[in-house]
């Protein structure tokens, strides 16, 4: 199984600031990186695919970037409601795998 | 609107059977590959197990810790996907998420229900 490793595992960032998310794969995984954000006790909602195209609604704010086995997920203006829990995902071979998770505080 | 909605979600003792099903709105779903992922109280996301559209013969795959458990399914006469679960454990307690992604190969889940509650337990 491909295993994914995020760091930091949380975060805390004033609103306006930057941070970046990075994303480890135990091995190659090509442009199949996704992103997704959650909320307390909400489902999930996606980010970006292919490591760094934007699902449709999602705000230029989130990017991504990377290659190989290392990925960053960049959000750009932090305001209060991007406080959340953010997870990377491969799904370039089975069993698909999600990283363990970023909590992100917005002081 | 494209939209995904779990059901089915409740209570069962260890052993015990469960069917989740997933009304899936505003799109193709033929077209589509499926996903379960659940959610472990206070855990990190788990992908569960996914089928692939008519194009690929609606074949599966599963996460170890389900396969031979839990079945995936689909009927396009109702739009609606399955998730059948049986010799269920304790440790399957969590939220189900139904999820849509894309129509072929490499393919990202790009929508997600609001989740139904499994609760494992004597």
């Known amino acids: 199984d491909i295993q994914m490793t995020q760091s930091p595992s949380s975060l805390s960032a004033s609103v306006g600031d930057r941070v970046t998310i990075t994303c480890r794969a135990s091995?190659?995984?090509?442009?199949?990186l996704a992103w997704f954000q959650q909320k307390p006790g909400k489902a999930p909602k996606s980010l970006i695919y292919d490591i760094s195209s934007l699902q449709s609604g999602v705000p230029s704010k989130f990017s991504g970037s990377g290659s190989g086995t290392d990925f960053t997920l960049t959000i750009n203006s932090l305001q209060p409601e991007d406080s959340a829990t953010y997870y990377c995902q491969q799904y370039n071979d089975y069993p698909i795998t999600f990283g363990q998770g970023t909590r992100l505080e917005i002081k | 609107e494209v939209q995904v909605v779990e059901s089915g979600g409740g209570l069962v003792q260890p052993g015990g059977s469960l069917r989740l099903s997933c009304a899936a709105s505003g799109f193709i779903f033929s077209d589509h590959y499926m996903d379960w992922v659940r959610q472990a109280p206070g855990k990190g996301l788990e992908w569960v197990g996914r089928i692939r559209n008519k194009a690929r013969s609606y074949t599966t795959e599963y996460a170890a810790s389900v396969k031979g458990r839990f079945t995936i399914s689909g009927d396009n006469s109702k739009n609606s996907l399955y998730l059948q679960m049986n010799s269920l454990k304790t440790e399957d307690t969590a939220v189900y998420y139904c999820?849509?992604?894309?129509?072929?190969?490499?393919?990202?889940?790009?929508?997600w229900g609001q989740g139904t509650a499994v609760t494992v337990s004597s």
């Open positions: 999820a849509r992604s894309g129509r072929g190969g490499y393919s990202p889940i790009d929508v």
């Open positions: 091995q190659g995984i090509s442009k199949s």
